[in-house]
């Protein structure tokens, strides 16, 4: 077999679906007839059913984590840096499993499905949906699957959140914790660029009050807009200046007022690709679900006592250029871990990719994932 | 007289104009048939003429940088918190003079002004500006005000800019130098975030290629989102924390899909208001203008050089948690400086109010910028 890549990777691996055919109540008031999730799983769950790792993917993320969907695909799934044999999430080790969140547009249930109701799609009817909704959907999975309790589950930046959200609703089903890049809520600036994001795409003409695919359009400015603008926060200022500089496209800066600098050029082509590819309703309904994410909310606004409850092991870690979700964030999911009486390992790396860094190949990064979780699995594999 | 503000000011002050029928040959390669700068001007010039100070002005600027226009007018000039009597740009000893940008569109020719070739607005089809060329004009006027030489030029952001081009291209004519919260050149990033804020009125169905005002419409949405992203940048994490951590506007996180939390509400309410006030293709022209300053590109990329004309003092601000114009951005200006074997004296003010801290009264700044400037009164009131 040969794929388009020199890392070693799973190779070729093969989305599946579970049907939920009961209603799912939902947290922020809606409710679903039914639901369907669409899952990858790598390696192999062994006879003890104790060695499952959930792997949570973030905003523009989906179930296509690791490994390829066909011979002829020239890019892996999202985190095949970090999922696959003898890597960090190693797959001779781990069952490893990742969904696609309902609401997502990559094949669960989300606006582009269709509502049994209207026999038509959900559009921007879709009911707001949490980080705990998600969850308990990952949870009906692990039933379907024989897993009662996740060696680990791992995720950067919102996937972070799913991830401390099982050590805070179901504690008894997960045993260590990584918290990649995330925070235990946005700041008002966190916010304030999701809303922007929002109003790119309500702005755009083409969105048409969210029923776009039923008029045979698409908002691909206002996404495209949003999408430019993540990639900015997700990358830091050096290491925009390390990418770009001020390298101009056309080499000539009276060419005019279209796109001159590298920099545009290359969010220009970011931001168009993202935007035939992800659903505006989803982006709406994930960067709310960001918004929303503020567990100690039901905890008097203590993080501390939040984190009370099960036993479960966390492994923090943040990116010194990081200011999306800053390393100070993470030190507040410490603080509050230790105050709670918790293990817990942190690390900040230190490194120019800034957010993004959560999916990039960097050295340290890459050997702390790997020294948590071969830890992990050495404990499982030498118990009777 | 009765001012809306306890504040003491300028008190009323009135706009003047200079029409300039010669030619204007620009930068960029195009020209103006002749242009009109409106400007203010507050205290008096003394007879030596030596105590005119120019304060330039930023992105979303204009001449009326102190005092009230009417005794009905709630607001005062943008930078009445230091000009005025008494304060830092001491009026009582300084003859100030603040014109208005051409390109800009409070009065100076613009897009919103005539074409005198077509009889129409010359809306997108107005020539590229420079700083460069702010200051061959800026020129232009201080000739017509009888001022030989500055005994500053000052400005803030794309100001400080300013007034270091006249460092570098008149420096006999400008005998110090106040460089507040600004850059040699923008970074990527900061470039980065212009061209959202350009997209974002580029996509906006209403600008119609720039010919909005020709078609009755105004590009009003992607003004606005241009604002709210600008609002974001200008202000730090920590900042925003302060002023509107994650409350929420109704009370209850129930409430819907629409604007929620405090912070949400205040950029809508920021970007609603300069939406109606601002013109789009000025907003074009000027973040072009940032981007396209790099005094340094015309000496070999050498900042060193670039500075090393003339013999003029200057005095470099920045502001702690400013990450728009970042400190390390002050520091390259400064140890240009320092290599350049120029006067300079460098402060970096604490304080969390980010990059809009210039136009605030952060206490040890006001008192930098009065210690400064009252060196330099001092000296030109005890000369014979």
Redesign the interface.
Known sequence: MTLATDDPSIGLVFPQTLNVDAPLALS??GSLPGFSLVYETYGELNRPRNNALLVCHALSGHHHAAGFHSLEESKPGWWNTCIGPGKPIDTDRYFVVCCNNIGGCHGSTGPLSINPETSLPYGPEFP?VTVKDWVVTQALLADHLGIESWAAVAGGSLGGMQAMQWAIDLPDRVRNVLVIASAA?????N???N??AR??IL???NYRGGYYSQNGVLPE??L??AR??G??TY???DG??N????SLKSGD??AG?A??????SY?HHQGRSFSKTFDANTY?LMT?AL??F?PAADFDNDLCRTFEQGDCNFLVVSFSSD?RF?PARSKEIVDALIAARRNVSAVNIETPSGHDAFLLPVPRYIEVLKAYLSRIADALESSP
Do not use: C, T
């Open positions: 922020r008031g707001e809520r946005l700041s008002a600036q916010i304030a660029f809303e922007i109003q790119a702005n755009d003409p400015q206002g495209m807009l430019m603008l990639h900015i990358q830091s200022d925009m200046r990418k770009f500089g001020r800066i009276r007022r796109v001159e600098f590298q920099v545009e969010l709406l709310r918004d929303y503020d200011w800053s």
